[in-house]
């Protein structure tokens, strides 16, 4: 099977190639006032390319290359041509119930091709970097697609690999990852999201017959957007409320079919359409409704607790917040998924932008004289630069939190909880920003569905919501940080993990006057990232303890510091991010690679302080420091524009990915590609 499949990769890498032919030439008017050069990356682009997106992409680039190539192959995936290049994008002109359809045809397609193969079945870190690896490629297509994915693979298949022991691995594994049944995910509810503790959906258990009784009691129990749900879905994992002889053990996960192998809807089951979305519409979300529906004993997934034939319940965790996190792990994989696609979503729609933004030319600066290119502008350089010098250092981190995920073991499933948090929230926050600045930055062409940017704003917003919303994990960080602040001051123990052995050191000193060489040495930028977190964790702890000492609750103290909250969440994540950057670079020989990475570090860094008011709100930069800290963006942008091109090729997105404004944006709406 591996050789057979290795023939299928060569085979379909070599036609994926042989599709990035060289644009045409582009053939004006004799008396045309506008001229056209389509950007080409020169051979002397100061570093290696391609030894630039390896460590971009941190792990299995000829998976990668694989995959993209079954892609851009195939006309199932809306391939077509504009100005003599192939592009493909999803189906922005169908119906809702065509985007489920043709979802489902795409799912089958690529199950043919054997890229499903030991999603679930496999183990160990290489197997599940595959799966990551992969599972980007497919969202960097359609979003709709990937989610589709995500949701059975990810949180149907992972929920019974994880929560679930042996009996559950042979009966369900192998049929999920072969689509013999289709999974979904039921955690959610119409009142409960966020917090999941709240869920109201109730099982009993039933010891005169050995079943689970599982019962929606009131309207917002109803199981609300479970993706899968509306139309496909033959199985889903219930979280409910367990309750054992009148006594509520807290929140479990149940195996439930809510369809038969023809698709009915099972008894006692009810289902109902969530409807069409501003994105994500070939996904069909539903809503589900449980009437006394009952199912096995053995149903129950039962890693973390069981419940004997007699009704005794049974768990080795006998702490109910440590069994409550423990069937949360299936979320960590939503986090880590949602976190690094974000990161490649943002790499299209600069690629797009800034490729754009060197061949557009707008306004003369002498009369007569040349139009400028749209990146030559200072402020369209500020405009797209800093957002491409964070995505560059949002890809280290994301790269961290997907090796700290698959090497996870129970010790650190603290940490990932934390860090996936941060980074979900930061980097599709990022997102969403980018998105909108890249749309502006091309114009009206930024308006068209298939220039892909302004598409995605409304395919990707779910993300600020999705897995937690951004500001709920923001707060969760903090609480995280304050408690093991709490914990290291009471005991008088040093700090270890997270990254926060920093606290115990002395407390750095950052200089009176800053020096253009001062700002963009990696000392300076880390003592300033270390300060920042420092303070706003005592400043934290000192104001929730203020309002204890007013006899405040724990939770109502937490609940009113929200602001300082959020300054912390920002402030441990960037810092996380910004040590990843370094530790990359690290990495590197002396040479332009890592003069260029030392480039976009500077940036991503000084950008942060820019935007963050805390660095001024605190008194970590003065109003002299930070005014330095600002003209320095500018000059690091304008160092940066000859490498733009590069920058963006090094992403390794192939041509047919991104958009024809990416090109020959003259040729893609010329009269001839409007006959089409």
């Not at 020169?42 to 630039?52: A, K, L, T």
């Not at 999803?90 to 489902?104: A, I, K, L, V």
């Not at 599940?128 to 990810?154: P, Q, T």
């Amino acid at each position: 099977m591996d050789h057979h499949r290795a023939l299928r990769r060569t085979e379909v890498l070599t036609n994926h190639l042989l599709l990035r032919a060289p644009p045409r030439t582009s053939v004006l008017e004799p008396n045309s006032c506008l001229s056209y050069s389509p950007p080409e990356l020169s051979n002397s682009c100061g570093f290696d390319v391609r030894e630039m997106r390896r460590l971009m992409d941190g792990h299995n680039l000829d998976d990668r290359d694989w995959l993209f190539g079954l892609i851009v192959q195939s006309n199932l995936f809306n391939r077509r041509e504009h100005g003599g290049r192939v592009f493909v994008s999803p189906d922005f002109n169908h119906s809702m119930e065509q985007q489920r359809e043709m979802t489902m045809k795409r799912i089958e397609y690529l199950l043919d091709r054997g890229v499903f193969e030991g999603w679930l079945t496999g183990d160990g870190p290489e197997q599940e970097l595959r799966n990551l690896a992969l599972h980007e490629i497919i969202g960097m297509y359609d979003h709709s697609l990937a989610v589709k994915l995500g949701v059975h693979m990810f949180l149907w298949g992972g929920a019974v690999k994880f929560l679930g022991t042996k009996r559950h691995h042979d009966k369900w594994l192998k049929s999920t990852e072969n689509y013999e049944i289709k999974g979904c995910f039921a955690m959610s509810e119409l009142g409960h999201g966020s917090n999941v503790r709240g869920i109201e959906t109730v099982t009993t258990y039933d010891s005169n017959t050995g079943e689970f009784v599982i019962n929606t009691p009131c309207e917002s129990a109803q199981k609300y957007w479970i993706g899968g749900a509306a139309n496909h879905a033959t199985h889903t994992i219930v979280f409910s409320q367990l309750i054992i002889n009148g006594s509520n053990q807290g929140v479990h996960a149940f195996i439930a079919q809510i369809r038969d192998s023809d698709g009915n809807i099972c008894p006692n089951i009810r289902i109902a359409d969530c409807g069409h979305k501003i994105g994500l519409n070939g996904v069909d979300n539903g809503r589900i409704w449980f009437d006394n529906v009952r199912i096995p004993r053995e149903n129950l997934l039962n890693s973390v607790a069981d419940v004997s034939p007699s009704g005794e319940y049974l768990s080795a965790i006998k702490n109910a917040d440590q069994r409550f996190a423990a069937f949360l792990a299936p979320l960590t994989s939503g986090r880590v998924t949602i976190a690094t696609s974000a990161v490649y979503i943002s790499k299209i729609s600069l690629a797009i932008a800034i490729r754009y933004a060197l061949t557009r030319r707008a306004f003369s600066i002498t009369p007569n004289g040349p139009e400028v290119l749209l990146l030559d502008y200072p402020s369209h350089q500020r405009r797209l630069l800093p957002l491409l010098a964070k995505v560059y250092a949002m890809s280290f981190a994301a790269n961290e939190l997907k090796m700290l995920y698959v090497k996870r073991t129970p010790e650190s499933n603290k940490a990932i909880h934390i860090v996936s948090s941060a980074y979900k929230a930061t980097l599709t926050w990022n997102n969403m920003r980018t998105l909108q600045e890249c749309r502006e930055a091309c114009g009206g062409q930024g308006l068209k569905t298939e220039n892909r940017v302004g598409h995605f704003k409304g395919e990707f917003d779910v993300h600020s919501t999705f897995e937690g919303d951004n500001n709920v994990l923001m707060q969760q960080i903090s609480k995280a940080l304050l408690a093991e602040y709490i914990a290291c001051q009471t005991k008088n123990k040093p700090f270890r993990g997270l990254g926060l052995e920093h606290m115990n050191k002395p407390w750095p000193v950052i200089p009176s006057q800053l020096t253009s060489s001062t700002i963009r040495s990696s000392e300076f930028q880390t003592d300033l990232f270390h300060l920042r977190e420092r303070d706003l964790l005592r400043c934290f702890a000192a104001e929730v303890s203020e309002y204890r000492s007013h006899g405040k609750s724990k939770e109502s103290a937490f609940i009113q510091s929200y602001q300082l909250a959020e300054d912390l969440g920002r402030a441990f994540s960037e810092r996380a991010i910004l040590k990843t950057f370094m530790e990359a670079e690290s990495t590197l020989p002396a040479g332009s690679l890592k003069n260029v990475l030392g480039l976009l570090r500077s940036l991503y860094a000084v950008i942060s302080m820019e935007e963050d008011a805390s660095f001024l709100r605190y008194g970590y930069l003065s109003t002299e420091n930070a005014s330095a800290v600002r003209k320095e963006v500018p000059k690091l942008c304008a160092e940066l524009r000859p490498h733009a091109l590069a920058l963006v090729s090094s992403f390794g997105i192939p041509d047919a990915f991104l958009s024809p404004i990416a090109y020959n944006w003259v040729d893609s709406n010329s009269w001839s590609s409007a006959q089409h």
